[in-house]
């Protein structure tokens, strides 16, 4: 498995000396500064290339090119965003880099409401709380009918969560559910987000499908031309948010996206901790069923609580068996290897990470820390060291 890490681009605190000093052979990044629907230029994408060769890594996965809300509704300018995509997504080829990974999720992208949750040996991790998320929606934001999306008995803990909260509380918890984590294409005020919400009060999830492979069946014939694999990243956390559709979000929805246009140009990124989340998802299950169009893995942790919570816990303990996870990854690219596959080496990355050291005291992105990815790295470098001793010498 290819090493990679992520990185922001020039004003990433974390610089691409600090990810080749992890031991990264890859670099997964895009055009953040073009973030604005705007076509990427082959220039663009060239110039961003070089710099991480000259780091002495490759530019191994694209993440991502964003995908602008009209798409996802298909009114607007969604034609003209369509056709944007497509240059990109050309002109990346064309540089040569061999993924893609993008997402559909509409409105809120990756969503969690602490991002800096004391753990038990004093690191911070990212975290999502139902409770805190439910106070948010229905008592701050107000959306119409949001008591119709919870249970009463959370609807009244959430009540008693947001009377408690004082307004320092009340405005980092918005902060961090509206106003942007490091990747999204947008952030919100207020009174944004719920206008961007009722946009898609007509749209269902079977709309929602229906628009999703309609993109689909225009980008994977040019991914396919011009050399690339797609990489669908799955919804985080994998349920609705703000009573909104979310269709990547479960094994059956992987099926159909991957039905919908049978190519392998058309695959996803299995995230274990997106993935992982949701009570009826099993990842090494899923790793198996569809390895033949992995493309790209993001590899973290998490526990699950009853109401939805979860807390990103380190790599190697929480309810992903990530052994088993990696044994799959491994044995399908052993597969690959022995049927001449040319993306036989799948490109992973270490996914967030947990604040630790004095990287507490510094001003990075959340879930990409310097420290916590680096100690991450580390840990799944040795399981897959150990996968390949003990199941490398077995048939696949």
């Excluded at 298909?74 to 990974?101: E, F, H, M, T």
């Excluded at 009340?170 to 206008?195: M, Q, S, V």
């Excluded at 052994?323 to 992973?348: H, K, N, W």
Aim: with cysteine.
């Amino acid at each position: 498995m290819l090493e990679s890490w992520r990185w922001f681009g020039e004003s990433d605190p974390v610089t691409l000396s600090h990810a080749r000093q992890a031991g990264a052979q890859g670099i997964v990044t895009a055009l953040h500064h073009i973030y604005d629907g705007r076509a990427w230029s082959l220039e663009d994408v060239s110039e961003r290339k070089a710099a991480i060769e000259r780091a002495g890594m490759v530019w191994s996965v694209c993440e991502s090119i964003p995908v602008n809300s009209a798409i996802k509704l298909r009114n607007g300018q969604w034609r003209d965003y369509v056709d944007r995509w497509k240059v990109s997504l050309a002109n990346l080829g064309r540089a040569g880099i061999p993924v893609v990974c993008y997402n559909f999720m509409p409105v809120v992208d990756w969503t969690r409401t602490d991002l800096r949750y004391p753990t038990a040996t004093g690191g911070l991790a990212l975290r999502f709380d139902m409770a805190d998320f439910a106070a948010y929606d229905l008592f701050v934001l107000k959306r119409a009918r949001a008591e119709e999306s919870y249970r009463p008995d959370l609807v009244e803990t959430a009540r008693r969560r947001f009377e408690a909260l004082s307004e320092d509380a009340l405005l980092r918890l918005e902060t961090n559910i509206i106003a942007g984590l490091p990747g999204k294409e947008d952030t919100h005020t207020r009174e944004g987000i719920r206008t961007q919400i009722a946009s898609f009060d007509e749209i269902s999830s079977a709309d929602m499908r229906a628009n999703l492979i309609a993109f689909l069946k225009e980008v994977v014939p040019v991914a396919a031309e011009h050399g690339v694999r797609l990489a669908i990243h799955p919804d985080d956390p994998p349920f609705s948010l703000f009573g909104l559709p979310r269709v990547v979000s479960t094994a059956e929805d992987i099926s159909a996206i991957l039905e919908s246009v049978d190519h392998e140009a058309n695959g996803l990124t299995l995230c274990a901790g997106s993935y992982g989340s949701r009570p009826d998802n099993d990842l090494t299950q899923m790793a198996t069923r569809f390895a033949d169009r992995i493309h790209f893995v993001h590899l973290r942790n998490v526990r699950k609580e009853a109401d939805g919570s979860f807390i990103e816990s380190d790599h190697l303990d929480g309810d992903v068996d990530m052994v088993a996870l990696a044994t799959a990854l491994r044995r399908e690219e052993r597969r690959r290897e022995a049927a001449g596959r040319t993306d036989s080496v799948i490109p992973f990355r270490p996914d967030h990470g947990h604040l630790l050291i004095d990287d507490q005291a510094k001003t990075v992105n959340p879930g990409y820390s310097c420290i916590g990815r680096l100690k991450g790295l580390a840990e799944l470098r040795g399981v897959i060291a150990a996968v390949d001793a003990f199941d490398g010498a077995r048939p696949v």
